[in-house]
C-alpha cells in the first residue's frame, strides 16, 4: 500500500515556533505530496517533492525526503494561528492511477 | 480562476433515499478523483475518471455507489439507497495530469447526513 502514515497524531504549538511533522511509507515511490485540511479552506495542495529530490523549499514550508528510510518530514518555521489544520501527506507510486492514498493526519493547534 | 466547485455543500438523507452529489471540476483538468471522509480520518479514494472514462472504481465500497462522467467534465456521484455509515463529507478532486506530478485540486466537500 502507498498510503503515509503521520507521527505525531497531534501537535499543540505556540505561535512562533516551529512544527515538525513527519509521515511514514512502505513501498517505492515516485513523488510525496503533503496537503493541509482546514474548516476555512478545505483540502489544500502544500508541496510536492520527487523521489529524486531531498529537501524542499517553499515560503515557510520545509519538506525532506529519505528515500533510503521511506520517510518525509514538513517543517514549518515561525507558525501563525493560521496554520492550524489537519496535515496529510500522500506518498505516490508508479503503480498508482493517480489517486491518493492518504493516512489519518496530522492535527496541528497553533495558539496565539 | 475557478476552484472545483460541488453541491449540493450539505445533503441529509433518510435511510434507503438516493441522492446524487455534483462535481466541477477546474476546466481543462482530464482526470477527475471522488474521495470519502469519514469524521475525524483521512480522505479515502473511491474512483478515477480519465475524461470520460472511469480507469479506476477499486474504492466504491458498495454496488449502491455509482459514479458517472459522460462528456468528461462535470461528475456525478450517485449512492443509492442510503445507509447510515455513508454519512461522510464527499470530495472531488481534479487534476491536469501534467508531467504525472499528480497534484490534485480539491473542492469543498458535500457533507451527507444519513438519518
Known amino acids: 500500500s502507498q498510503q503515509g502514515e503521520e507521527d505525531p497524531q497531534a501537535l499543540s504549538i505556540q505561535e512562533g515556533e516551529n512544527a515538525t511533522m513527519n509521515c511514514s511509507y512502505k513501498t517505492s515511490i515516485n513523488n510525496l505530496q503533503w496537503y493541509r485540511q482546514n474548516s476555512g479552506r478545505g483540502l489544500v495542495h502544500l508541496i510536492l517533492?520527487?523521489?529524486?529530490?531531498r529537501e524542499k523549499h517553499s515560503g515557510r514550508l520545509r519538506v525532506t525526503l529519505d528515500t533510503s528510510k521511506k520517510s518525509s518530514s514538513l517543517l514549518i518555521t515561525a507558525s501563525r494561528a493560521a496554520d492550524t489544520a489537519s496535515y496529510f501527506c500522500?506518498?505516490?507510486?508508479?503503480?498508482?492511477?493517480?489517486?491518493?492514498?492518504f493516512g489519518q493526519g496530522t492535527t496541528l493547534q497553533v495558539k496565539p | 480562476g475557478a476552484g472545483v466547485s460541488q453541491s449540493p455543500r450539505y445533503k441529509v438523507a433518510k435511510r434507503g433515499q438516493d441522492v446524487a452529489l455534483r462535481c466541477d471540476p477546474i476546466s481543462g483538468h482530464v482526470s477527475l478523483f471522488w474521495y470519502q471522509q469519514a469524521l475525524g480520518q483521512g480522505p479515502e479514494f473511491l474512483t478515477y475518471f480519465q475524461n470520460e472514462a472511469q480507469l479506476d472504481k477499486s474504492g466504491l465500497p458498495s454496488d449502491r455507489f455509482f459514479a458517472e462522467r459522460p462528456e468528461g467534465s462535470v461528475s456525478t456521484l450517485k449512492i443509492q439507497r442510503t445507509q447510515q455509515e455513508d454519512s461522510a463529507v464527499y470530495l472531488c478532486?481534479?487534476?491536469?495530469?501534467?508531467?504525472?506530478?499528480?497534484?490534485?485540486?480539491f473542492g469543498p466537500g458535500t457533507r451527507l447526513t444519513v438519518t
Open positions: 517533492i520527487r523521489s529524486n529530490e
Open positions: 500522500a506518498p505516490h507510486g508508479s503503480s498508482n492511477t493517480g489517486k491518493l492514498i
Open positions: 478532486a481534479s487534476s491536469y495530469h501534467r508531467d504525472r506530478t499528480y497534484e490534485q485540486y
